[in-house]
């Protein structure tokens, strides 16, 4: 079974700070990696996804995500953190055998303070 | 604005009642995808319909149950509600079912309300 863990409820940085929002997962076969965003009272948006290739994956608004397949890692970072960047991230996974649901972690919330 | 619209914002009704949420998927989008987010479960799949036909189920009660039309619009109905049904409903299209590494675009959301 598919599943995505997130470790940090919550993540604090300072404006202008690297940030870092970590991701692991666990697939029986190899994985199609997304985030997503949430802003507060809208739908989840889309950052970016890996699914095969350079591990580096680069998103919008300067979001980049790097895969580490040993690790089964899937951690999404940006150089420079905004105020605006305050929002619910969620990693997800999917299997790339078969047509297997979108499994989403639970959600951590980055808080960029000015 | 993610192009897939859903209908109502927010309802709120009564325990025992039954509500319709209604989805509008992006233009060409053949797949839809339904959600239910709540606190303490996060994020959970509940069924999956592409071209009009069931392709994929999740953590759907027996009491929920969806379709898609013609149109490709799609409907979610929840009969029996329970006070633990209060979630935010999302809906979320993409443009296959084949090629599983295209991203999914999400509605805004319905808020249910069950008092």
């Known amino acids: 079974a598919q599943s995505v863990a997130q470790p940090e409820d919550q993540v604090n940085v300072a404006e202008g700070n690297p940030l870092t929002v970590k991701c692991t997962y666990s697939v029986s076969g190899n994985p199609y990696l997304f985030w997503y965003v949430q802003y507060p009272n809208r739908g989840l948006q889309f950052l970016l996804k890996y699914i095969t290739g350079d591990n580096l994956v680069k998103g919008s608004y300067g979001f980049e995500a790097e895969f580490n397949k040993s690790q089964t890692s899937f951690h999404l970072k940006k150089p420079s953190a905004l105020v605006s960047d305050s929002a619910l991230y969620f990693c997800a996974v999917r299997d790339m055998k078969g047509n297997t649901p979108l499994v989403f972690g639970k959600g951590t919330r980055l808080s960029v303070i000015a | 604005d993610s192009g897939v619209t859903q209908t109502p914002k927010h309802l709120i009704t009564a325990t025992g009642q039954r509500v319709t949420l209604r989805c509008s998927p992006r233009?060409?989008?053949?797949?839809v995808y339904w959600y239910q987010q709540s606190l303490d479960q996060g994020l959970q799949f509940l069924i999956q319909?592409?071209?009009?036909?069931?392709?994929a189920k999740g953590n759907i009660l027996e009491r929920f149950s969806a379709q898609q039309f013609p149109d490709l619009h799609s409907e979610l109905n929840l009969s029996s509600l329970e006070l633990g049904d209060s979630a935010l409903y999302f809906c979320?299209?993409?443009?296959?079912?084949?090629?599983?590494?295209?991203?999914?675009?999400f509605g805004p959301g319905t808020r249910l309300t069950v008092l």
């Open positions: 319909y592409y071209n009009g036909e069931e392709r």
């Open positions: 979320a299209s993409s443009t296959s079912v084949g090629q599983v590494y295209n991203e999914q675009f």
């Open positions: 233009s060409g989008d053949l797949s």
